[in-house]
């Protein structure tokens, strides 16, 4: 369901960051989502004043930590505090959500909830639809300071058969959370 009258304090803001064999510019997101071998690695969570970084377990190495002012959620189940949430009518807020958070959401997690998607009124509000691009206009910087770190990090690739997600070290992953943090 979609709440395009949202207002911010009414919403979960939320990054997925995601890992697939499928190249997600060249086969778009939609091919992306549904390929059996995407699957969730972090999502960036924020409401009112709380920040948290779900991290999916095996999906990195142990040492992680989220950046200061950032909870680590460690754990295959959503955080209570976003069920709760969901449960009392917030509604879950992505960039791109339409394209490629929801329905991420509905594959990997499953839990019926309102959304709305920021990019349709970046582009009403004359910004760029890109959430790079729209940083850039509104911040002057860039939303990913390492494209290389996140394609390293979001790529899988098959070896003996069997699809193999990449690990990296916990500085590189790290890395990666401060970035997904920075798109929240």
């Not at 919403?11 to 890992?19: K, Y």
């Not at 950046?67 to 189940?77: F, I, R, S, T």
């Not at 494209?147 to 193999?164: D, F, H, I, P, R």
Request: proline share 6%; hydrophobic share 40%.
């Amino acid at each position: 369901m979609w709440n395009w009258t949202a207002k911010p304090s009414d919403c979960v803001f939320l990054d997925f960051e995601t890992q697939s064999l499928v190249n997600i510019r060249k086969d778009g997101g939609r091919k992306y989502v549904h390929d059996p071998s995407t699957r969730i690695s972090l999502t960036g969570l924020m409401h009112e004043d709380r920040r948290t970084m779900w991290v999916q377990p095996g999906t990195t190495p142990e040492g992680i930590k989220a950046p200061d002012g950032w909870e680590l959620h460690l754990d295959k189940a959503p955080p209570n505090w976003l069920l709760n949430a969901i449960s009392q009518g917030a509604t879950l807020c992505a960039h791109n959500a339409l394209e490629f958070d929801e329905p991420v959401w509905r594959k990997c997690i499953g839990i019926d909830a309102k959304w709305v998607d920021c990019m349709p009124f970046c582009r009403a509000a004359g910004l760029p639809g890109s959430l790079d691009k729209a940083c850039q206009a509104l911040f002057s910087r860039s939303k990913h300071q390492a494209y290389g770190l996140l394609n390293m990090l979001c790529t899988a690739k098959v070896s003996g058969g069997s699809v193999q997600y990449p690990m990296a070290t916990v500085a590189a992953w790290n890395a990666f959370i401060a970035n997904c943090c920075v798109d929240v």
